[in-house]
């Protein structure tokens, strides 16, 4: 099992910009692929970003296109999402996610499921004002 903290959440008014990071600990964070989850009240949890294990691939949701970028540093065993132009749907718990296999990149389906994720963090809230 991998343990996930993430941070970086707040409070910010509409089209402004939050960094969230999620470090990684207890197995190798290199091997794996990571994600980007959230959730408002009331609503399921709903993908948002995934991140190959070596950086190369990602999948965003049509969202979050153009405004959100998720990137690793595997030397510092941390994923982020660098969020831009934020609006206020863009309020939610937001959960970082690892794959519960290594080395492997699912299908964009695959992806916007939980299905793949073997361990989740504790989540950060994101509130974005109109």
């Known amino acids: 099992q991998v343990q996930l903290v993430e941070s970086g959440g707040g409070l910010v008014q509409a089209g402004g910009s939050l960094r969230l990071s999620c470090a990684a600990s207890?197995?190798?964070?290199?091997?794996?692929?990571m994600g980007w989850f959230r959730q408002a009240p009331g609503k399921e949890r709903e993908f948002v970003a995934a991140?190959?294990?070596?950086?190369?691939?990602?999948y965003y949701v049509d969202s979050v296109k153009g405004r959100f970028a998720i990137s690793r540093d595997n030397a510092k065993n941390t994923v982020y999402l660098q969020m831009n132009n934020l609006k206020p749907e863009d309020t939610a718990v937001y959960y970082c996610?690892?794959?519960?296999?290594?080395?492997?990149?699912?299908?964009?389906?695959?992806?916007?499921?939980?299905?793949?994720?073997?361990?989740w963090g504790q989540g950060t809230q994101v509130t974005v004002s109109s």
């Open positions: 996610a690892a794959d519960r296999s290594p080395l492997r990149w699912n299908t964009r389906i695959l992806l916007t499921t939980t299905s793949w994720v073997g361990s």
């Open positions: 207890g197995r190798t964070f290199s091997t794996y692929a």
């Open positions: 991140i190959r294990w070596s950086g190369s691939s990602t």
